[in-house]
């Protein structure tokens, strides 16, 4: 993993494979952080793996006063154009789909939301009950689960609602191991990159709870098609699900076997939060 700062402004890419293209998500705020940084892309890593894409995951980080943030983002642009590998954002904390010139982001958002859904559902065929934690995805969402009959549980405190899915992604790490300790789901399903912390997919594990890979649940703006992200992702979650270590762990391995083949070693560690 390479942080490469840039000289115009205060921000970072950090660039998990070198040599190569890439995509991944922009942030900006007063102060963003190399770690998590390095988390988002290595996510983003195994995601382009996953679909057989020789690419690597970004992400980069702006630190900027809120009265400088439009001129900062138009510089960071500016400035990485000229690099010699071409990398593509999409918007994060602070950042508009207008910042970084998405083609449909609505369209993306709904691609989104079939992909979780599509892998939960690969996990889960008999589910009727879903709880959404996803503030940006939610009505999106809540419009596919009615297309299939799934009834909503609307909470304040959607961790201690009783549900056959938890759709989760309001933050990285938002589920601890002591949160997994008492949850009441069957399926969890990733809306954003890396919600479950390490010590949490353990404690899923050991209470057959299905913890599913973000990388995977949330590929469908990669894919970019309606009808691929529901054959692909079900694909994969059909592969994945019944893996000895977990499905996210069955697809860590499975990415893998991909960048083994044109990458000289494999990235240190997995993408999971800490």
Not at 40 to 46: D, E, G, I, Q, V
Not at 83 to 102: M, R
Request: aromatic fraction near 6%; proline fraction near 5%; charge should be negative.
């Amino acid at each position: 993993m390479k942080i490469q700062k840039l000289e115009s402004i205060n921000a970072f890419v950090a660039v998990d494979l070198e040599g190569v293209p890439g995509r991944g998500i922009l942030r900006a705020s007063k102060k963003i952080l190399q770690g998590g940084a390095k988390d988002l892309a290595r996510s983003m890593t195994y995601a382009l793996a996953s679909l057989n894409l020789k690419e690597t995951g970004v992400s980069a980080g702006i630190s900027t006063p809120p009265e400088e943030k439009s001129e900062a983002i138009k510089t960071f642009f500016e400035e990485i154009s000229e690099w010699e590998n071409k990398f593509s954002f999409t918007a994060g904390l602070g950042v508009t789909s207008e910042d970084t010139a998405e083609n449909n982001p609505e369209e993306k958002l709904q691609l989104l939301a079939i992909g979780t859904l599509i892998s939960a559902l690969t996990a889960k065929p008999n589910a009727s009950t879903a709880v959404i934690d996803d503030k940006i995805l939610s009505s999106v969402l809540e419009k596919e689960l009615t297309k299939k009959g799934i009834e909503i549980i609307h909470s304040e405190n959607p961790f201690t609602e009783k549900a056959d899915i938890l759709f989760c992604g309001s933050k990285m790490g938002v589920i601890d191991h002591e949160i997994a300790e008492k949850l009441s789901f069957s399926v969890i399903a990733p809306t954003s990159a890396l919600p479950v912390t390490t010590r949490a997919v353990a404690v899923c594990k050991r209470r057959k709870i299905l913890a599913l890979p973000d990388f995977i649940t949330t590929a469908g703006p990669l894919i970019n098609d309606k009808n691929l992200t529901e054959e692909t992702l079900s694909s994969i979650v059909d592969e994945i699900i019944d893996h000895d270590d977990g499905p996210l762990l069955g697809a860590c391995e499975r990415a893998e076997v991909f960048l083994a083949k044109w990458q000289s070693e494999l990235p240190f560690g997995r993408p999971m939060a800490s």
